[in-house]
């Protein structure tokens, strides 16, 4: 039984390129958060997402973010123009519907931006 | 504005004693609060939930208590083993909201 799988575990990027993450939730599981983890800080909720659907983005910097979570395929953070601070852990949690309110943490994806 | 604040960065107990963690908030109404275990390098594993209107649950040496009138969560293992080191991480969700609110969580060292 799979967990939430995340890839790639480790990216680098330089300045001003494009960053993106790929989530596939747990078998079963139609919800997908997103979360972001700066270094010495905790972890911070980023982005809510259903089939289709963006339901909560109130957490996502309001430029060079966006997510989507397609019909087929795995959920995608994606990160324009990086910079510095973007530099973080980024993890993806999902959960079924019937019990939304437990998530299951992926093992994230580490960004680094030189 | 909401704050979470869990009570020590880091707590070293002897093995075999019980831990106790303490989770406090601020500003906020929780529907469920939830403790996760999080190791270096990985992503956060879920432990347990527990209900606004729970008082106490358990789950093997686990136990957590949920008091909304003090605001507080403690979260306990009991008989620790070195292999429970880890850093403890307490989130809270609102009812209508599913995004979890994390604390900075609490670094358990178990000392054989």
């Known amino acids: 039984n799979a967990g939430v799988m995340q890839n790639p575990r480790h990216l680098v990027r330089r300045r001003g390129q494009e960053a993106r993450l790929r989530c596939s939730p747990m078998k079963g599981h139609s919800h997908v958060y997103w979360y972001r983890q700066l270094p010495e800080e905790g972890l911070k909720f980023m982005v809510y997402l259903q089939k289709e659907n963006i339901i909560d983005e109130s957490g996502m910097p309001k430029e060079r973010f966006s997510a989507e979570f397609p019909k087929e395929g795995p959920s995608i953070l994606r990160i324009q123009q990086v910079v510095r601070g973007d530099s973080a852990a980024y993890f993806c949690?999902?959960?079924?519907?019937?019990?939304?309110?437990?998530?299951?943490f992926g093992p994230g994806t580490r960004l680094t931006v030189t | 504005s909401q704050k979470i604040e869990q009570n020590s960065e880091a707590l070293n107990i002897q093995e075999g004693k019980t831990a106790t963690l303490t989770c406090n908030y601020t500003?906020?109404?929780?529907?469920?609060l939830q403790w996760y275990r999080q190791d270096p390098g990985r992503g956060p594993v879920f432990l347990l939930l527990?209900?606004?209107?729970?008082k106490e649950k358990r789950k093997e040496r686990l136990k957590v208590t949920f008091d909304t009138t003090l605001k507080q969560s403690l979260f306990h293992i009991t008989a620790s083993q070195p292999a429970d080191s880890a850093t403890y991480l307490c989130a809270l969700q609102a009812g209508s909201a599913r995004q979890l609110t994390f604390g900075s969580g609490t670094q358990l060292t178990v000392l054989p």
């Open positions: 527990i209900r606004e209107n729970e």
């Open positions: 949690a999902s959960s079924s519907r019937d019990r939304d309110y437990e998530q299951y």
């Open positions: 500003n906020y109404s929780p529907a469920y």
